[in-house]
C-alpha cells in the first residue's frame, strides 16, 4: 500500500543554503567502487586500501552526473563504508568515491526556495484523428532556485571551487569587494550539489538535498558584498531533491 502524504513531511521553515563539492584541498579521499551498488544497499566498499583516506562523520559523493548522490559516512571499517542512511541510487563498478566539502552560502530569504519541474516531450499522433494519442518523455528539468539576503563572497568562492584571489577590490567603499563569475568558470564546476537546512512541521531538523547541479549561468554574473538587494541563485539539478536527516 502506497504511504500516505503527511503535512509534518512539509518544511515549516528554511534557514540556510549551501553547496555540497569534492574536496580538493585537504588531499581527502578520492577513489573508486570496485562492485555494483544496488539501490537501498546499506554499506559500500571502496578500492582496497582507500578506506583509510575517508573519515566518519564526512560526506562523500558516489558516481557523477544523473547518477551523482551524496551520503553521510557513519562507520569506517577497513574498506566498507556505512553510510547513516542506505544508498537512494544503484552505481555501476568502478563508479568515482570523492570526499565533499560542505559550505553555507547564506540565509534563505523568506520567499524560500522554488523548485520547478519541466518535461520535454514528444507528442505522438493518431493517423485518424486530430488528437494526441500519446506524450514520450524525453527528459526532465528540474531548476532550484532561491535568494539569500546576507551572504560571503569568500563562502561563494570556496563553494564553486574558485580561489579566494578572485574576490577583486579592497573592501572599501571606493572598491568593494566583488566576485566576478564568468560563464565559462561557472559552466565548469562540476559535481556539485545544494543543499537547503530546514525545520519540518513536527520539529525535526532535516536537509533537503539537491545532487549534480548544473549552475544556470548565463553570461558573466558579478556579486558584490554589501548590495541591497538579495542575491539569486538557480541551478539545474540531475536528481530530484530528497529529504535526508540533518546529521
Known amino acids: 500500500m502506497a504511504r500516505k502524504l503527511s503535512n509534518s513531511e512539509v518544511f515549516d521553515r528554511l534557514s540556510v543554503a549551501g553547496i555540497l ?13 570496485p562492485l555494483a551498488i544496488v539501490a537501498d544497499a546499506a554499506a559500500f566498499t571502496v ?42 541510487l544503484d552505481h555501476i563498478a568502478a563508479s568515482a568515491c570523492v570526499a565533499q566539502v560542505k559550505v553555507q552560502i547564506g540565509e534563505v530569504t523568506p520567499e524560500g526556495v522554488k523548485h520547478n519541474t519541466t518535461l ?11 488528437g494526441t494519442y500519446v506524450r514520450l518523455v524525453r527528459g526532465i528539468t528540474q531548476t532550484v532556485s532561491w535568494a539569500t539576503p546576507n551572504h560571503s563572497l569568500e563562502n561563494l ?4 571551487g574558485i580561489p579566494e584571489t578572485a574576490i577583486l577590490g579592497s573592501g572599501t567603499a571606493s572598491a568593494p569587494y566583488r566576485l566576478v563569475l564568468k560563464e565559462t568558470s561557472v559552466a565548469s564546476a562540476l559535481n556539485h550539489s ?36 538579495p542575491i539569486p541563485f538557480s541551478f539545474n539539478v540531475k536528481t530530484v ?6 546529521l
Request: aromatic share 8%; with cysteine.
Open 21 to 33: 563539492r569534492d574536496d580538493e584541498d585537504s588531499g581527502a579521499g578520492s577513489t573508486t567502487v
Open 47 to 88: 578500492a582496497t586500501g582507500h578506506g583509510a583516506d575517508f573519515d566518519e562523520d564526512t560526506y562523500v559523493r558516489i558516481g557523477e552526473g544523473s547518477s551523482l548522490e551524496v551520503c553521510k559516512i557513519k562507520t569506517i571499517a577497513g574498506d566498507l563504508i556505512t553510510p547513516y542512511t542506505p544508498l537512494a
Open 120 to 130: 520535454d516531450v514528444n507528442d505522438v499522433k493518431t493517423a485518424t484523428t486530430r
Open 157 to 160: 568562492a570556496l563553494a564553486l
Open 194 to 229: 545544494c543543499y537547503f537546512t530546514g525545520v519540518l512541521h513536527d520539529g525535526t531538523t532535516v536537509e533537503a538535498h539537491g545532487w549534480g547541479v548544473d549552475f544556470d549561468g548565463s553570461g558573466d554574473i558579478t556579486y558584490t558584498s554589501g548590495d541591497a538587494a
Open 241 to 246: 531533491a530528497l529529504f535526508v536527516p540533518s
